[in-house]
């Protein structure tokens, strides 16, 4: 079905780029969030898409359900930039010369993990986590807390390892810890140096924190589709 929808949609005729998307009766306020926020990042395919939306209601929770999760991490990194009046700092760090990032971005991470998360962001995460550990029959279930930034892969720069990770976290305390932790790692000097010179990828990138089980795997590892130096595409390692 959605397939099908999604072929309906390519054959939609595409209104100007910018075109407000009508209000649709039901939509909930974290749909109408989504959708300003997809647009916003990628407004011209999603112009098309906002009028489809508009005469095609059905489409509208399968593509929320596909892209609303990782969304709904952004935002919150939003709401918490926001709450914390720590946009000026961010805007201020993006028009530093390159001999002028470290302190100040020492500075900012220092801000952000002195920050408060508000009392219903920050009981939505527990609430959360204790229903994850309670379906695994644990009341600390280890986890991992995870960055996942709009500024991702590119043809010509890897900005994995930018930002931070941590495993085997046991308590509430940890993870909210945590993930300001996550959110503070985009701002590193390492960070923000990279993403100037391989940029400009995004003016403001965005931090999406996930949390997940740990696994007890017996064996791991990490393999490349081409050899990550040279770019070879018949090497697999």
Not at 27 to 39: G, N, Q, T, W, Y
Not at 150 to 163: C, K, M, P, V
Request: overall charge neutral.
């Amino acid at each position: 079905e959605v397939e099908r929808t999604f072929a309906k949609f390519k054959q939609t005729d595409a209104p100007e780029v910018g075109t407000p998307l009508p209000p649709r009766a039901g939509m909930s306020h974290i749909e109408a969030k989504i959708l300003e926020f997809v647009r916003r990042l990628h407004p011209e395919p999603f112009a098309r898409l906002d009028r489809f939306i508009a005469s095609h209601e059905r489409f509208v929770e399968p593509w929320v359900e596909l892209f609303g999760r990782q969304v709904q991490f952004y935002m919150a990194y939003l709401d918490f930039i926001a709450a914390n009046a720590l946009q000026p700092a961010i805007h201020a760090l993006s028009l530093l010369l390159p001999h002028q990032v470290d302190s100040a971005s020492q500075e900012l991470q220092k801000r952000i993990r002195a920050a408060h998360l508000s009392i219903p962001m920050r009981e939505t995460i527990l609430i959360a986590y204790r229903k994850l550990a309670a379906r695994r029959g644990q009341t600390a279930l280890p986890v991992a807390v995870r960055s996942s930034a709009s500024t991702e892969d590119l043809i010509n720069a890897s900005f994995a390892g930018q930002q931070a990770t941590f495993l085997n976290l046991r308590d509430e305390a940890q993870l909210l810890s945590a993930i300001l932790e996550c959110w503070a790692s985009l701002w590193s000097p390492q960070a923000v140096l990279y993403r100037a010179k391989h940029g400009p990828v995004q003016d403001e990138p965005l931090m999406a924190v996930l949390v997940q089980q740990m696994v007890d795997a017996d064996s791991a590892g990490v393999a490349f589709s081409l050899h990550p130096v040279t770019g070879a595409e018949q090497v697999l390692i």
